[in-house]
């Protein structure tokens, strides 16, 4: 079992910046992808952005690239996602979430274990 831990959502106007931090504990990750997903209301979820803890490989969505980084600290079991140049579009519930998946990780159903929600609203 992976236990997930999401923070750092908030309100922000556009252009401004977020970073958002999910702890995890539990296994060890060397053999995990961390991702980070969102949920707009009324939207269905969708991928925002992944990175594999061994390598280091992300991969992001196209709306999101050159504005969001993700990144993990090894010693802190923390995978972080940093947002900036922050639009309305946007907002969202932010999730977090680890798979072992050794295909495609740009999709939430290969995704084992989630974190709660922290919600993000950009402001116009």
């Known amino acids: 079992q992976v236990q997930l831990v999401a923070s750092g959502g908030g309100l922000v106007q556009a252009g401004g910046s977020l970073r958002l931090s999910c702890a995890a504990s539990?296994?060890?990750?060397?053999?995990?992808?961390m991702g980070w997903f969102r949920q707009a209301p009324g939207k269905e979820r969708e991928f925002v952005a992944t990175i594999r803890w061994s390598s280091g490989t992300t991969y992001y969505t196209d709306s999101v690239k050159g504005r969001f980084t993700i990144s993990r600290d090894n010693a802190k079991s923390t995978v972080y996602l940093e947002m900036n140049s922050l639009k309305p579009e946007d907002t969202a519930v932010y999730y977090c979430?680890?798979?072992?998946?050794?295909?495609?990780?740009?999709?939430?159903?290969?995704?084992?274990?989630w974190g709660q929600g922290t919600q993000v609203t950009v402001s116009s």
């Open positions: 539990g296994r060890t990750l060397s053999n995990y992808a």
């Open positions: 979430a680890a798979t072992r998946s050794v295909g495609s990780i740009i999709v939430d159903r290969v995704y084992n274990y």
